[in-house]
């Protein structure tokens, strides 16, 4: 098999797309694609400026995906001085699994002369996520527990670095398991919660003043893809399973969405094509005609919430009532 462009020995073929590429173009598509997608989502504001530069908070892990991202992010504007790049870590609390993915972090932004903050939930909300799978109070997967606190921190921290813009490196994968569990489950309002009017879908929301817009540059790329090019590239990740992670429903997901791919290339793509024109519409319905929707302020911590306690506060209640 030798690659399309160059006749070289190829390492992938790319159903969806017909495509075999060797790894010096396999990486040269991924590169490619995240810098169309940060132009599309319009992450770079026309009024940045040396004198004014954007702050771009990476949420980084660790593993494949965010390192491939923070890579890819410095060569593209690691020097540019309209943009500063700042790496943020959290620390969950698992015994033997976080320890060694933050090797990976500080290696990488070492590496690339990035700054590179650290958080961790035992600081910030006096709870381990091995004492939280202990003791279980809602009776939820632990990632049900990780998903709440984690992007509670990553968005605190976000607005406390002044960031403008707060990334994550969820691939094409993921996002298409996302939008079909809420699919599944008929949750209209999750899905509406993807969608600004003024920003776009995906997490890029203006519901308060203290909501840091986000984005994810590598939606487009499939998670195979990713882990090959962080292969290819010899990037430090750190590719282990949480071993806390059980969320059986997505493992379901997962794999159904594998075998359509595998029978039907592009199925992904053409799930995420249609799951944005339906955040937009369900947006209209839950949130307004111009998708905005009325939040106010947690009483425990002043995060934004809907309700008169936030859901990270509650679960932390939970966990220290029991």
């Given at each position: 098999?030798?690659?399309?462009?160059?006749?070289?020995?190829?390492?992938?073929?790319?159903?969806y797309?017909?495509?075999?590429l060797?790894?010096?173009?396999?990486?040269?598509?991924?590169?490619?694609?995240?810098?169309?997608?940060?132009?599309?989502?319009?992450?770079?504001?026309a009024?940045?400026?040396?004198?004014?530069?954007?702050?771009?908070?990476?949420?980084?892990?660790?593993?494949?995906?965010?390192?491939?991202?923070?890579?890819?992010?410095?060569?593209?504007?690691?020097?540019d001085?309209?943009?500063?790049?700042?790496?943020?870590?959290?620390?969950?609390?698992?015994?033997?699994?976080?320890?060694?993915?933050?090797?990976?972090?500080?290696?990488?932004?070492?590496?690339?002369?990035?700054?590179?903050?650290?958080?961790?939930y035992?600081?910030?909300?006096?709870?381990?996520?091995?004492?939280?799978?202990?003791?279980?109070?809602?009776?939820?997967?632990?990632?049900?527990?990780?998903?709440?606190?984690?992007?509670?921190l990553l968005?605190?921290?976000?607005?406390?670095?002044?960031?403008?813009?707060?990334?994550?490196?969820?691939?094409?994968?993921?996002?298409?398991?996302?939008?079909?569990?809420?699919?599944?489950e008929?949750?209209?309002?999750?899905?509406?919660?993807?969608?600004?009017?003024s920003?776009?879908?995906?997490?890029?929301r203006?519901?308060?003043?203290?909501?840091?817009?986000?984005?994810?540059?590598?939606?487009?790329?499939?998670?195979?893809?990713?882990?090959?090019?962080?292969?290819?590239?010899?990037?430090?990740a750190?590719?282990?399973?949480?071993p806390?992670?059980?969320?059986?429903y997505?493992?379901?997901?997962?794999?159904?969405?594998l075998?359509?791919?595998?029978?039907?290339?592009?199925?992904?793509?053409?799930i995420?094509?249609g799951?944005?024109?339906?955040?937009?519409?369900?947006?209209?319905?839950?949130?307004?005609?111009?998708?905005?929707?009325?939040?106010?302020?947690?009483?425990?911590?002043g995060?934004?919430?809907?309700?008169?306690?936030?859901?990270k506060?509650?679960l932390?209640?939970?966990?220290?009532?029991?």
């Amino acid at each position: 098999m030798e690659c399309d462009k160059c006749g070289r020995d190829a390492v992938m073929h790319a159903a969806y797309s017909g495509a075999h590429l060797c790894d010096k173009h396999l990486r040269a598509s991924v590169e490619k694609r995240v810098r169309r997608r940060v132009r599309e989502d319009d992450l770079l504001s026309a009024d940045a400026s040396p004198e004014d530069p954007q702050t771009w908070v990476i949420g980084l892990s660790g593993g494949k995906d965010s390192v491939v991202l923070t890579q890819i992010l410095h060569d593209t504007f690691g020097r540019d001085p309209r943009v500063e790049l700042v790496a943020l870590s959290i620390h969950e609390g698992i015994e033997g699994y976080r320890d060694e993915s933050l090797d990976a972090c500080e290696t990488l932004t070492e590496e690339l002369d990035l700054r590179h903050e650290v958080v961790s939930y035992a600081e910030e909300f006096g709870v381990r996520m091995d004492d939280v799978v202990e003791k279980d109070p809602e009776n939820m997967a632990a990632c049900a527990y990780c998903g709440v606190f984690r992007r509670d921190l990553l968005e605190e921290y976000a607005e406390a670095l002044d960031a403008d813009k707060l990334l994550t490196g969820h691939n094409l994968d993921d996002e298409a398991q996302t939008a079909l569990m809420n699919f599944f489950e008929g949750d209209l309002k999750q899905i509406a919660k993807h969608f600004d009017a003024s920003l776009g879908p995906f997490d890029r929301r203006t519901d308060s003043v203290h909501f840091v817009p986000r984005a994810k540059p590598l939606r487009d790329i499939p998670e195979k893809e990713v882990a090959l090019y962080a292969h290819l590239a010899d990037l430090p990740a750190h590719i282990t399973e949480c071993p806390h992670a059980s969320e059986a429903y997505r493992g379901e997901i997962q794999d159904l969405l594998l075998k359509m791919e595998e029978n039907h290339p592009g199925t992904r793509h053409s799930i995420m094509a249609g799951y944005e024109e339906l955040a937009e519409l369900a947006a209209q319905r839950y949130r307004g005609g111009d998708g905005s929707r009325d939040l106010g302020e947690c009483e425990r911590c002043g995060s934004s919430t809907s309700g008169r306690i936030c859901r990270k506060c509650r679960l932390v209640e939970s966990i220290e009532a029991v």
